[in-house]
């Protein structure tokens, strides 16, 4: 069964492989990670980082996964049918059904799965938080130097009094570990993103293209979304959305319900490194055409029924999306290497990263293609504004979200995809994919490195803080995404699903990134006290 192929001994093998190859690629020490947690390191004179306990993570709930006819970008354009996603271009997003206000978060939620946020308010808590650093006081102020930083462990709220609105978190998600939180109590506390209340302690800032409905068009609502790798945000209702929350990925056959360009999907996969702007990962659509085609690749669909040759044709087609919108992103990578002054064999791992991954697209195309019985390619790519941020911060930040996060679990999943695979060509590409996705989480890594030796230590807390939190969010979507069984059939064409890709993205996440994080900050530091 592939549960027994993918779980257990074989995926704890997997990863520590993993995790060595990559220590050894950054110079360290495999041993130099053991049970070490990522946490931002206090700074100078600020005690250390935390280490063990952290990387418990429970069993309950799962991503699912199964590729899924008329679901997530579904081949042609056409909207999915069936279920409670749109049908035939109509949005029913546009009304909440039987409203209910939760009075803790202040957030409505309706019937039809949808949660939204009709005005701005500001939260009141019973617990601590209000003396955890000035109101309003940004996030840019915790973790200076002899202040705690977010996410260190922590016994009372008392001890997480330098970070703004901070407070002390029990977390069940890390094996009962209690975490400092930083917090806030209005939007203007969240540096243009939106303040989610909690009732018992103070909100936490999410990201926000809108803030609440009215920011959106008419007939549309302001939505709290999870994204491709786990960080909530809001967005406004699209007619275009596939699904309102994960639950409607179930009819679909699995995955979660994601933003992605400018309207919700169900999003089955990881494998590439998303191309993100404002957030929210961008992908070209399908199209018909034979020019971005691996002529190499055929795979034997003998056996295989009309539905499941649909489910796989639409998971390749997904998988060359993706890989497709890595090209996009490795292109922006290469101009902010050269923006940032980085040396050449950083400069040189990227063009190579380009190429390969305009050959993964070609064979998640081809694979697409002889699934589906017909030729199909990406259309055009929008990269509008895609260089918003240029600063050296905000670059570390998308590369640790699309590469230390989306390469390693990629690269991960194909390798667990590899094995079970039985189809020639799946396993070709499949092999293929996972070991260059691996040379790219290296490179993400390496660029992460040299941009800890030019950071301040203000920017070091930050990009620290901001690891641990994508990590966080990441596995909690991992946790949170509906389920869905996994068919062997289909695995024997590369398409795993449900609770074995749910143990897939929780162990890339917990075994191989959050320690490789964690010894990369520590060295940091160790080298500035």
Request: hydrophobic share 40%; with cysteine; aromatic share 4%.
């Amino acid at each position: 069964m592939l549960r027994n192929q993918t779980g257990g001994m074989a995926l704890s093998g997997q990863t520590s492989l993993l995790r060595a190859t990559l220590l050894l690629s950054l110079g360290l020490s495999p041993l130099a990670c053991g049970g070490t947690v990522v946490t931002a390191s206090a700074g100078e004179g600020g005690g250390s980082t935390q280490t063990g306990g952290y990387g418990a993570v429970g069993s309950t709930s799962s991503i699912g996964g199964a590729g899924s006819v008329g679901g997530a970008s579904p081949i042609g354009g056409a909207s999915p049918t069936g279920g409670t996603g749109s049908t035939g271009g109509t949005n029913p997003t546009t009304l909440c059904e039987r409203p209910v206000v939760d009075p803790d978060t202040k957030l409505i939620s309706c019937a039809n799965g949808l949660t939204h946020r009709a005005q701005r308010v500001t939260c009141t808590f019973t617990g601590a938080g209000g003396e955890g650093g000035a109101a309003g006081a940004g996030a840019n102020d915790a973790g200076a130097a002899g202040a705690v930083a977010e996410f260190s462990e922590c016994a009372t709220n008392a001890d997480c009094a330098s970070l703004p609105y901070g407070y002390c978190e029990d977390n069940t998600d890390f094996g009962g570990v209690r975490l400092c939180r930083s917090g806030c109590a209005t939007d203007k506390d969240c540096n243009h993103g939106a303040c989610i209340c909690n009732g018992v302690n103070p909100g936490i800032c999410v990201s926000a293209v809108c803030q609440v409905d009215a920011d959106c068009a008419s007939g549309s609502l302001c939505v709290l979304t999870v994204g491709v790798c786990g960080s909530e945000s809001f967005h406004c209702t699209s007619p275009l959305d596939e699904c309102l929350d994960s639950n409607d990925c179930v009819t679909k056959g699995g995955g979660s319900c994601s933003f992605e360009n400018d309207h919700r999907v169900c999003d089955d996969a990881v494998c590439g490194r998303p191309f993100l702007i404002a957030e929210a990962p961008r992908m070209a659509a399908i199209e018909t055409r034979a020019d971005w085609l691996d002529a190499t690749l055929s795979p034997d669909v003998r056996g295989l029924t009309p539905l499941q040759r649909a489910q796989l044709s639409a998971h390749w087609a997904r998988l060359g999306q993706m890989e497709h919108a890595s090209i996009a992103a490795f292109a922006r990578f290469n101009l902010q290497l050269l923006s940032l002054g980085a040396p050449s064999d950083l400069v040189e791992a990227c063009n190579r990263a380009l190429a390969d991954e305009t050959a993964h697209a070609r064979a998640c195309f081809a694979l697409a293609s002889a699934y589906g019985g017909s030729a199909v390619g990406p259309a055009r790519l929008d990269i509008e504004h895609c260089f918003e941020d240029t600063s050296l911060v905000a670059i570390a930040k998308l590369v640790l979200r699309e590469g230390c996060i989306g390469e390693t679990a990629a690269s991960l999943e194909a390798l667990a995809a590899a094995e079970v695979a039985s189809d020639s060509a799946a396993k070709q590409a499949l092999t293929r994919i996972a070991r260059e996705e691996l040379s790219h989480a290296e490179l993400a890594f390496k660029f992460l490195r040299w941009t800890l030796t030019l950071a301040s230590v203000e920017e070091r807390h930050e990009l620290a803080r901001e690891a641990a939190q994508q990590l966080a969010d990441f596995e909690h979507d991992a946790r949170s995404g509906a389920r869905a069984s996994t068919d062997d059939r289909l695995a024997a064409h590369g398409l795993i699903a449900g609770d074995a890709l749910r143990a897939i993205h929780l162990a890339a996440a917990r075994d191989v990134t959050r320690p490789l994080l964690a010894a990369l900050f520590d060295i940091q530091e160790s080298s500035h006290v």
